[in-house]
């Protein structure tokens, strides 16, 4: 079982940046794949973006590709989600998950398809 702690949430005006953190602990995350969700009040969980075992293959929802960029480090056991020219839309709760699969197997956008869940950090964008 791997344990996921997010980090880097905060307030911050529109056109902004922040970077997200998440660290695991208990099993090496090098084993699964990560993915970023986020949730708004009132709204559905949504897929953000993901990242293959290796880091090599990434997908990312339609809202956020080119402003947001997920990467990890398998060797300190982090991953992480840069966030560049924030909207105030993207203000949610951010959640780190962790999906245990084969190095060959094919990203997934769909929350129920991850094992484990880290416990969210605010991102609050004014206008």
């Known amino acids: 079982q791997v344990r996921l702690v997010e980090s880097g949430g905060g307030l911050v005006q529109a056109g902004a940046s922040l970077r997200l953190s998440c660290a695991a602990s208990g099993r090496t995350i090098g084993q699964y794949s990560v993915g970023w969700f986020r949730q708004a009040p009132g709204q559905e969980r949504e897929f953000v973006a993901a990242i293959s075992r290796g880091g090599g293959d990434t997908d990312y929802a339609d809202s956020v590709q080119g402003r947001f960029t997920i990467s990890r480090d398998n060797a300190r056991n982090t991953a992480s989600l840069q966030m560049n020219s924030l909207k105030p839309e993207d203000t949610a709760v951010y959640y780190c998950?962790?999906?245990?699969?084969?190095?060959?197997?094919?990203?997934?956008?769909?929350?129920?398809?991850?094992?484990?869940w880290g416990q969210g950090t605010q991102v609050t964008v004014s206008s």
């Open positions: 998950a962790a999906r245990r699969i084969i190095m060959t197997a094919p990203l997934s956008p769909q929350a129920e398809s991850y094992n484990y």
